[in-house]
């Protein structure tokens, strides 16, 4: 069965850190470039953060520039989103997903982050 399954939500405090990891079963994530999404209550979903799936080069929304790291580990087919220093707008459900150059694409279910005091 081919799934995505993030994990690593949680509340915590403005300043503190989180690590998301999407895990990938039944396929490969060799050959996919992973995007992170996020969506806020009441507003559309955005792209945080992607890296790709020839070169591990990297993007980030200006958003989150210089506090969350994407990274990769291809052994244990998943995929991590370092977040540092947050904040309450970071506040969201977080998604993985995993997409080949064909457009095809699987989407994770999502971990919920929130950020209050």
């Known amino acids: 069965q081919v799934q995505l399954v993030e994990s690593g939500g949680g509340l915590v405090q403005p300043g503190g850190s989180l690590r998301l990891s999407c895990a990938a079963s039944?396929?490969?994530?060799?050959?996919?470039?992973i995007g992170w999404f996020r969506q806020a209550p009441g507003k559309e979903r955005e792209g945080v953060s992607c890296?790709?799936?020839?070169?591990?080069?990297?993007y980030y929304a200006d958003s989150v520039k210089g506090r969350f790291t994407i990274s990769r580990d291809n052994a244990k087919n998943t995929v991590y989103l370092q977040m540092n220093s947050l904040k309450p707008e970071d506040t969201g459900v977080y998604y993985c997903?995993?997409?080949?150059?064909?457009?095809?694409?699987?989407w994770g279910k999502g971990t919920l982050v929130t950020v209050a005091s």
């Open positions: 890296i790709s799936s020839s070169d591990g080069s990297t």
């Open positions: 997903r995993a997409q080949r150059a064909n457009g095809m694409a699987y």
């Open positions: 039944g396929f490969t994530l060799d050959y996919y470039a």
